[in-house]
């Protein structure tokens, strides 16, 4: 069974960084897996932050962050990064890492669907204070 774990979360003024960590356990971690972290604040729906692709490590990003997050993952720990940077109190929300393999590795242009993913952690809080 796949299990990610997430950690790193906490509470950070604007203009703070906290970098996200996810590590994957239960199977042998593979490269051809789509990796991508969502968030979701009170009463909004879950949206798609950023998404790594398994072969070449391709990354999209939403555009809410794209400048400020940096997605990145070390195979030889199975572990999956965040970085962010810049924090504004609108990223303020829970952070969830998930992880597919049903399309090679590849994320795909609807990366940001959580249906596009089928395996999810349970998340880590992020809080940014004004």
């Known amino acids: 069974q796949v299990q990610l774990v997430e950690s790193g979360g906490g509470s950070v003024q604007a203009g703070g960084s906290l970098r996200l960590s996810c590590v994957v356990s239960g199977y042998t971690y593979s490269s051809s897996y789509c990796m991508g972290w969502f968030r979701q604040a009170p009463g909004k729906k879950r949206e798609g932050v950023a998404s790594i692709n398994g072969p070449g490590g391709f990354t999209r990003y939403a555009d809410s962050v794209k400048g400020r997050f940096t997605l990145s993952k070390d195979n030889a720990k199975n572990t999956l990064y965040l970085q962010m940077d810049s924090l504004k109190p609108e990223d303020t929300a829970r952070y969830y890492c998930?992880?597919?393999?049903?399309?090679?590795?590849?994320?795909?242009?609807?990366?940001?669907?959580?249906?596009?993913?089928?395996?999810w952690g349970q998340g880590t809080q992020v809080t940014v204070s004004s």
């Open positions: 998930a992880a597919d393999r049903r399309r090679g590795g590849s994320c795909g242009g609807y990366w940001y669907v959580t249906t596009q993913f089928e395996y």
